[in-house]
């Protein structure tokens, strides 16, 4: 029979070492005890960590049964998981892990002709249709974009803030899958999670208008707005960030800096990115934010600029 599902698995504690075998295998081919998966590409970089930490040291081998290499998830011809099972041993490697104990691609070749045509259905599994699965991603794309374009239309801080407490957010389940265990292995041997976990973001003081429109489009709420004793502006979760990369594309004044791996000391706290003293402008009237010290807000500064080249250039003269 086919074993469970990787995510509520259970490794028997008598094994030497734990098995990950194809479901196309039969099961009296499948060392005793494997946990058999539908295909081999189908396993993501949580599950080889959540593995290494049940396996508790024993070594991890993942059967290659040499019939991968005309399969379409394969690339360069490679094991379908090579290039997880690589992403895998780096992370490991940064928290001290032995090699021996880091998940290992055998090469325990079997005939084609003992390949089983279908995959079997995992017990207990709940089934989704394929539509069903793009309808329900679809849905929430369609109210995180939205909520961008909504957002986008006004230039008003008010309108934003407000906002920003009832915002979808598209929930970062793999990465807040693979925060928590590159944790658990960092608290078991000593170590810190490595730096290049946590993203970077820098915004440029001189150049950033508090347009907010990095906050609007990311679809994880990974970057929020903040207001403290007059003086708001933008924080990130690094944790939350699934580097994306929109924040910095968006920016109209491209004051937005960011870094997919980060850099320097270890960042797990909030960081926060920008800072702007709300004031009242001396021309409109109107509440405003920045960080510059003047009078007027932007609107009113680009209006008066506007009409003084308009007179220089009607006649050329400057306007007092």
């Not at 086919?2 to 194809?22: A, E, F, K, T």
């Not at 394969?74 to 379908?80: A, H, M």
């Not at 374009?149 to 915002?167: I, M």
């Not at 000593?190 to 730096?195: D, K, L, T």
Request: some cysteine; overall charge neutral.
């Amino acid at each position: 029979m086919d074993g469970p599902s990787l995510n509520n698995l259970q490794i028997r504690s008598d094994n030497q070492y734990v098995c990950i075998d194809c479901c196309k295998v039969p099961p009296e081919l499948s060392p005793p005890g494997s946990l058999r998966v539908p295909c081999l590409g189908s396993i993501s970089l949580s599950d080889l960590l959540y593995l290494s930490i049940q396996a508790e040291g024993r070594p991890l081998l993942i059967l290659d049964r040499n019939w991968c290499s005309d399969c379409p998830a394969s690339k360069d011809g490679n094991n379908p998981v090579h290039s997880v099972l690589l992403e895998a041993k780096a992370w490991l490697s940064d928290l001290f892990v032995p090699q021996d104990e880091q998940p290992l691609l055998v090469l325990k070749p079997l005939p084609r002709h003992r390949r089983r045509n279908h995959i079997p259905k995992a017990r207990n599994e709940a089934g989704m249709s394929r539509r069903a699965f793009f309808d329900q991603l679809a849905g929430e794309a369609i109210m995180a974009v939205q909520f961008a374009v909504e957002q986008l239309s006004t230039q008003e801080f008010q309108e934003v803030s407000k906002a920003d407490s009832r915002r979808h957010s598209l929930r970062a389940t793999e990465r807040e899958r693979l925060y928590n265990l590159l944790n658990t292995i960092a608290t078991q041997r000593g170590q810190s999670i490595p730096a290049r976990f946590f993203p970077h973001a820098e915004i440029d003081a001189q150049s950033c208008r508090n347009h907010r429109h990095c906050v609007a489009l990311c679809p994880t709420k990974a970057l929020r707005t903040y207001e403290l004793e007059g003086v708001v502006g933008v924080d990130l979760d690094p944790v939350a960030c699934i580097a994306c990369g929109q924040c910095e594309h968006i920016c109209p004044e491209r004051a937005f800096k960011f870094f997919a791996a980060g850099i320097g000391v270890v960042s797990q706290a909030g960081k926060r990115l920008s800072q702007h003293r709300c004031r009242v402008c001396d021309c409109c009237g109107r509440e405003y934010c920045d960080n510059v010290d003047e009078p007027t807000c932007m609107r009113c500064r680009q209006s008066q600029k506007f009409v003084t080249e308009a007179y220089r250039t009607i006649f050329g003269a400057q306007l007092n």
